[in-house]
């Protein structure tokens, strides 16, 4: 009976343990949004005498309205929601239309599109001679970099959608076809509507890495009007940041810090808040499509590990 | 279901028609031209690595050019930066996942420890966030928080007393290693633990209430049958982990990286970029993947392998 008693006891101070942990992995998770939501809306100018931690000093809404007027921000927002929408649009019909007509057990030359698939998942030539490719098909520097060699959603998310269909019934393609339904037919009008799930999670899945990506910029990009939201970020951040370094290795000399401390800028909007602002602006529409993205991915990834 | 009584037979027979086929192929069509484009044609580029290829000759050069007798493999070995990179890359791959496999593995039992539902999925929709979001930002983000001019971490440990003035935490290489593992850990724990959580539900129920019945406590289920339970998945995870020692997360790395700390940051897939797309070599840049290719593959095979061989679980 004491025994039970004593277990019961370390059993309970376990659970606190564990308890007290958890709530660590969420503040650590957690505090960085937080961090950079409270600092975009302190004064610009205040936040040069240190972040704030817990809450606004100087409450703001400024450096956001300035990041939602600033000229090169909206640009950089229309590339990416533009870019996002239309890739994940055409990649979805058309990686869907080839798992299609891949999963048909009576397509000829399957084993041709299979080496293909298997081919692009596992060997890849490097950035550089995909660089090359870029420009001799007169894509770099141009809107199109983005869209075209993403239209494609890879072979892993053909072997997703193939093993969705399996589980369709045959004998509901079988009654289509003696309907006199044709292979695009039955693609479009039974297939498609019956495997929306999985449509949803890849389209969550391709959302978010569009939206995140800053590398294409990076590779093959030199225009100003191409930069996507997360390039632009990407570029305020290493600016800053070559700055903040200057600004500590001449500390001893008040003159010249004086000097670095004004191109940073002064008033309620500085280099720095406009920055987290900026940051927080690129990080909403993830948060709203983080509820979605949640319920599908546990989904997304179960189906690749269990039948990829 | 079946109308007009066909048999199975004749149903597939069905598909095996001209017109049938040619639908089928013309849906294949766009898909298949993409791969052939985008995937399958760049591997010519990777003749380069072998080539005298200069940029101004374009995507014909690679095959006009000349060999050059493995004179851009030799630069790759010269460079003065080709130790240090080897040094970072396997550095920041072994450390970091010595602390991350563990970490992610030990917060996945703590999670399945919980009793209360509701907490445990409070939980893990705010550890699973970050994933969602871009490492500019999450970088970004750290950067910061690790600002010398004021930032989260340097006040606190100011107010601590353990500093006495601020230090520049992405400015000295010997910070970069730990701050880039730690940052990934905090971004992808709560995305990580999902395959560990899979594998802990997917162990016998009965082998845990027989244990119950032999009065082994939380501690002694977790060691003698959730973990042996498990024990594959982890493995799996291991050989991707050693299959993947070459590979850094480019994303996060470039985001973090600058001229201060680029003694400690400098790691291949960064290298490539500099040398190939910034300073045009290209025909090094490509030499240099070429070569990380061939030894994460030899390093697969190796760590499948004794897989194979331990423990009788391996990808192949």
Known sequence: ?308 | MRKKGKTPAQITALGKDRKTQLTLHAMLLPGTILIIIFNIVPLYGILIAFKAFRPMMGFSGIFTSSWNNFENFKQVFRSSEFWPMIRNTLGINLLGQCITIPATLIFALLLNELTSKRFRRFVQTATFLPHFISWVIFGGLCINILSPDGGALNQILMVLKLIDKPILFMGEARYFWLIVILSGLVKDIGYGSIIYLAAIAGVDPTLHEAATVDGANRFQKIWHVTLPGILPTVMIMLIFAVAGMLNNNFTQIYVMQNPLNQPASQVIDTYVYQIGLEKFQFGVGTATSLLKSVLALALLTMANFVSNKITDTGLF
């Open chain 1, 1 to 308: 009976m004491n025994n039970i008693t004593i277990s019961k006891a370390v059993s309970k101070t376990a659970d606190a343990i564990i308890i007290a942990i958890m709530i660590i992995a969420v503040i650590l998770t957690v505090y960085p949004f937080y961090y950079a939501v409270i600092n975009s809306l302190n004064e610009g100018n205040d936040l040069l005498k240190g972040y704030v931690l817990l809450w606004p000093r100087k409450f703001t809404w400024d450096s956001w309205k300035a990041a939602l007027s600033d000229s090169a921000i909206l640009n950089a927002l229309a590339v990416t929601a533009s870019r996002t929408v239309i890739v994940t649009v055409f990649q979805l019909f058309i990686t869907s239309m080839f798992a299609y007509a891949f999963s048909r057990p009576y397509l000829k030359h399957k084993k041709f599109y299979a080496a293909l698939g298997f081919c692009s998942m596992y060997i890849s030539g490097g950035i550089i001679p995909f660089f090359l490719l870029i420009s001799a098909l007169g894509l770099y520097d141009t809107y199109w970099v983005y869209i075209i060699p993403s239209l494609f959603g890879g072979f892993y998310n053909v072997i997703i959608f193939t093993s969705n269909y399996k589980a369709i019934p045959a004998s509901l393609f079988e009654s289509a076809k003696l309907d006199g339904a044709g292979e695009f037919r039955i693609f479009l009008s039974i297939v498609t509507p019956l495997t929306k799930p999985v449509l949803a999670a890849l389209g969550v899945f391709s959302v978010v890495g569009l939206w995140n990506d800053y590398s294409t910029s990076l590779y093959y990009t030199q225009k100003p009007a191409l930069q996507t939201l997360q390039y632009y970020i990407l570029k305020l951040v290493k600016s800053r940041g070559a700055l903040e370094q200057l600004q500590s290795s001449v500390a001893g000399n008040p003159e010249i810090a004086q000097l670095f401390s004004s191109i940073d800028g002064s008033g309620t909007v500085t280099a720095k808040s406009l920055e987290l602002a900026a940051m927080v602006l690129a990080t909403i529409p993830m948060v709203i499509m983080y509820p979605f993205a949640q319920k599908f991915f546990a989904q997304g990834m179960l189906v690749g590990s269990v039948k990829g």
